[in-house]
């Protein structure tokens, strides 16, 4: 099990992208949640198996993006946090 916390900066809120988080993080089978914050970024926290972690990863901060996600990440901010055990689902706040 894999955890990652992944702050994205750009034109990420108002756009859809924490819709396509969740469906993406939701289709490799994770758990966790994803967020707009105050400051216009965007939070995702998600847990899983460590190539579907990975492979969220990628997808979230490619540029250009390869698999429709919405918006444009400028930057990003990258954390390993433990896996939080019995997690279940992925939402969107």
């Given at each position: 099990m894999l955890a990652v916390r992944i702050v994205?900066?750009?034109?990420?809120?108002?756009?859809?992208?924490?819709?396509?988080?969740?469906?993406?993080a939701r289709a490799l089978g994770l758990a966790g949640k994803?967020?707009?914050?105050?400051?216009?970024?965007?939070?995702?926290?998600a847990q899983g198996e460590p190539d579907a972690v990975r492979r969220l990863l990628r997808f979230t901060i490619e540029q250009p993006p390869t698999t429709g996600r919405p918006?444009?990440?400028?930057?990003?901010?990258?954390?390993?946090?433990?896996?939080?055990?019995g997690r279940i689902g992925f939402s969107a706040n």
């Open positions: 994205v900066t750009g034109r990420v809120q108002g756009v859809g992208f924490r819709w396509w988080a969740q469906n993406t994803v967020r707009n914050l105050p400051d216009g970024s965007v939070e995702i926290i918006g444009w990440v400028d930057d990003y901010d990258l954390t390993w946090p433990e896996p939080i055990p």
